[in-house]
């Protein structure tokens, strides 16, 4: 078990409400068997029809290539429950995502992948992308203990249900050794349901 | 026990434990897996070299990549037909049933569980699907999964869960003709917007709900994720158990008798109490129609595009971009513009009731599809192929221009041959309207009812379904 307390490194924003998790990675990129590979294909629509516009997707932008910290707006992952979603961007290079709100199965993917995801104000949202835009080679600290994004000498206050803040701190954010521990109370809890066994 | 939600009961029942995260461990009673969400889960089961204890309570199809003309194997496509081998092995690896193509029982996975009584009332249904909302229209507590979660269900058959707030969402009264399930849903969404169920479940109240059929409850509940919920529901009634009676797997005799029981007893108190409740009347809802690139972008078919000004500013940036990808001009009405596909079907409205009425929408208008536009007809399940052909509805939707295909996702995403081109505009009866969704990375997507789809079809442009219906 690892736990996930602080992440740093450089950061790199998404500027945007209601990125649903088709643009993130368009459908055609889900015919797959594994999840390798998916990184390259991040944003893969929207960097292609800003290039044709002759702008520049942040994901194609240079001066962030390296960076670890994501920073998004509101109801970043709507959609689709696709977790090829949070693994091509943790496979791009992405560690900690920040942002407004999450759509709950989008942050539940990155809860079970280990790849926190704090809540921060609108303002703060648009805060931390222009001091990252501003200055990309700034190292931001996303620390999940504390509950706090930093930049430099800036601090935003951050949120994160206590829940899965623990999670993140004891390392059961894999979930899976934890519930298969229970397998003995699962069977009870199975076998008082009446459609278990059929209604006999 | 009283002044509990259906969703506060089942959440209850549900819970083996609660976890040292403070979230709770949540027995998972149907589990669906189909081909697309699913290889890395057991990939993943294989290198921990984890068992399933309970292969009985999932069960698998194939629906995402399926094409729904040409489904002679291999498939043309390499990497559809590597996704179909690998589901194959891992169902036969791990004993868990799968309804192939050829079966009977292949179709769209929350089309098939309901017409085989898999779903029922009172359960937790769990898939690597947002769409699994659907389910709720049975009274069950339904959520999409994403595939670590697939494992974890397939490992332990629980979930490790926070719980959900509830939202009681009310319409009363009678809908108008030519208003279907579906705008009901499109309308809700454009009141609560697309992140305004964020931390809720939606419970689905009121007499508007109760005169619908299970079908269209489904269509419903289908879009409850598009607004943010996490899960939609509708307390089981009579019309449920009518339903269900005497499908494959709903039980029979006397424990039919229990079930009945037990079902009842799971609906939500009569003085349960809600963290919030949204009313509406049903005479308020038209024939609605999305304009832009969210789900709850939409406006009645008489309405224009509306105006930056009348969304809360954290949205204009992205109303903006609608209308840019969309090529829509605020104030301009939506009525009259042209499509160039129609396509009717998906997990939201591809049921045997969807398409009777496609069929008498079609039989009402009288005419035929443009040379202009592809129009096509996906049916959710080989059983609804079935019935629509006994029925003799493919005859009417081929005499009048419709293309007929073979159960699946289809143009729903585009994950297999169906797909927009360019800038192509497709009125679709699917459930989401995203950049890129159908296929094209410029396409773009008209949501609305399955009727309206038809008549824009034989109209060549957004025509209220209404002109058509006496
Ligand atoms: S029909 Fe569409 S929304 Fe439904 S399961 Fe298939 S791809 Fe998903």
């Known amino acids: 078990m690892n736990d996930i307390r602080t992440i740093s490194g450089r950061a790199i924003p998404v500027r945007g409400n209601d990125i649903d998790t088709d643009r993130i990675i368009p459908a055609r990129f889900l015919r797959c068997v594994t999840f390798d590979g998916l990184g390259e294909h991040a944003f893969a629509d929207d960097r292609k029809q800003l290039t044709a516009q002759g702008k520049t997707h942040s994901f194609d932008d240079k001066r962030f290539v390296g960076a670890s910290v994501l920073v998004v707006n509101s109801n970043f992952g709507c959609g689709s429950s696709r977790e090829h979603a949070p693994q091509a961007i943790a496979k791009w290079g992405i560690k900690a995502i920040v942002g407004v709100s999450f759509s709950e199965i989008f942050f539940g993917n990155c809860v079970a992948m280990g790849m926190p995801a704090l809540r921060v104000s609108v303002a703060d949202s648009e805060a931390i992308q222009s001091a990252i835009e501003k200055d990309p080679s700034i190292q931001v600290t996303v620390d999940v203990d504390q509950l706090k994004v930093r930049a430099g000498s800036l601090v935003w206050n951050a949120q994160m249900g206590e829940g899965h803040r623990k999670q993140f701190l004891t390392g059961q954010w894999d979930a899976t050794g934890e519930l298969i521990a229970g397998l003995q109370q699962v069977k009870a809890t199975a076998s008082k349901l009446p459609y278990v066994s059929s209604f006999k | ?470």
């Open chain 2, 1 to 470: 026990m009283s002044s509990r939600t259906l969703f506060d009961k089942v959440w209850d029942l549900h819970t083996v434990r609660t976890l040292p995260s403070g979230q709770r461990q949540i027995f998972i009673g149907l589990h669906m897996i189909h081909e697309v969400t699913s290889p890395q889960a057991f990939a993943d089961l294989r290198l921990k070299k984890l068992s399933v204890p309970f292969p009985e309570r999932s069960v698998a199809t194939v629906d995402h990549i399926v094409p729904t003309e040409n489904q002679a194997r291999p498939y043309a496509d390499d990497l559809a037909e590597e996704m179909m081998s690998a589901i194959e092995k891992n169902c036969r690896d791990y004993g868990i049933r799968l309804f192939q193509p050829g079966s009977g029982k292949q179709g769209v996975v929350h089309i098939i569980a309901p017409e085989q009584g898999l779903t029922q009332p009172g359960m937790t249904v769990a898939c690597g699907d947002s769409h699994t909302a659907t389910h709720g229209a049975f009274g069950a507590i339904a959520f999409g999964i994403g595939t670590s979660q697939v494992r974890d269900v397939l490992a332990t058959q629980t979930l490790s869960m926070s719980g959900l707030k509830v939202r009681k969402i009310q319409v009363d009264g009678k809908l108008k003709s030519g208003v279907y399930a579906k705008d009901v849903i499109l309308f809700i969404l454009r009141n609560l917007t697309a992140k305004g169920g964020v931390g809720y479940a939606y419970e689905f109240a009121g007499s508007t709900f109760a005169a619908m059929s299970m079908e269209e409850r489904m269509t419903v509940c289908n879009m409850a994720i598009e607004g943010g919920a996490r899960c939609g529901y509708v307390n089981p009634d009579e019309t449920t158990f009518a339903y269900l009676k005497g499908r494959e797997h709903a039980p029979t005799g006397a424990a039919w008798d229990k079930a009945v029981k037990w079902w009842k007893s799971i609906a939500s108190d009569a003085d349960a109490e809600f963290d919030d409740v949204k009313t509406y009347n049903a005479a308020d809802i038209e024939p609605t129609v999305t304009w832009g690139i969210s789900p709850d972008h939409g406006v009645g078919v008489g309405e224009n595009i509306p105006a930056k000004e009348s969304f809360a500013k954290d949205e204009w940036a992205l109303i903006d971009e609608a209308y840019h990808y969309m090529d829509m001009q605020a104030g301009k009405p939506i009525a009259g513009t042209p499509i160039d596909v129609a396509f009717i079907g998906s997990c939201t409205n591809g049921r045997i009731s969807d398409l009777r009425e496609t069929a008498r929408v079609i039989i009402a208008h009288g005419g035929k599809v443009p040379a202009s536009v592809k129009a096509f007809i996906v049916p959710g399940s080989e059983a609804v192929k079935v019935i629509a052909e006994a029925e003799g509805l493919d005859k009417i939707f081929i005499k009048h221009g419709f293309e007929w295909r073979n159960a699946g996702c289809s143009m729903c995403l585009a994950m297999n041959p169906d797909k927009l081109k360019g800038r192509q505009v497709s009125a679709s009866s699917s459930n989401r309207n995203f950049k890129g969704r159908q296929g094209s990375p410029a396409g773009r997507t008209l949501l609305m009812s399955p009727a309206m789809v038809a008549v824009a079809a034989l109209e060549g442009k957004v025509s209220d379904v209404r002109r058509f219906l006496k």
